[in-house]
C-alpha cells in the first residue's frame, strides 16, 4: 500500500526479497555489517520519511537498535510492527482524501466527536 501511495520502498536484504516477490519495486540496501553505503546512512542523510523496521534473529536486532536509533535522532518516524505498519500506511490513505478530524483530548475523555476514519476500499 505505501508504494500504491507514492513511496519508494527500500529494503535491506531478506525484505527486500519478500517485497519483491510479491511484485512490488523495491531498493535493496545493505546491512550495517556489509559496511557503507547502507541503510543507517540512508537515514541519517534524511533520505527515509518512515521507517519500519522488525527485525528477528541476533544480527538483525543488533542492525535494528542502530536504524531505530537513527530514526529517531533524525525526527523520522519508526514503527515496529508489521500490524503498525499497515495502520501508518491507511493512516496515510484516509489523511490524503480527507482532512483528519481535530479532537482534543479533553473531547476524548469526555466522549466528544467521533475519531474514527472512513473505511477504505482495497
Known amino acids: 500500500q505505501l508504494h500504491d501511495l507514492g513511496f ?3 529494503a535491506t536484504r531478506g525484505t527486500a526479497a519478500a517485497i519483491s ?5 523495491v531498493e535493496r540496501l545493505g ?8 541503510v543507517v546512512d540512508w537515514i541519517e542523510r534524511g533520505d527515509v520519511d518512515l521507517v519500519i523496521n522488525t527485525p528477528t534473529g541476533t544480527a538483525a536486532r543488533a542492525d535494528g537498535y542502530e536504524i531505530r536509533r537513527a530514526a529517531i535522532a533524525g525526527g523520522i518516524p519508526c514503527i515496529t510492527t508489521i500490524a503498525g505498519g499497515m495502520a501508518a500506511a491507511r ?4 489523511a490524503r482524501v480527507t482532512a483528519p478530524p481535530v479532537t482534543s483530548l479533553q ?4 466522549g466528544g466527536p467521533a475519531t474514527t476514519a472512513p473505511a477504505l476500499s482495497t
Open 91 to 94: 493512516a496515510i490513505a484516509v
Open 31 to 38: 546491512k550495517i555489517a556489509d559496511g557503507s553505503p547502507h
Open 107 to 110: 473531547e476524548l475523555h469526555r
Open 8 to 10: 519508494d520502498i527500500v
Open 21 to 25: 516477490r510479491m511484485g512490488i519495486p
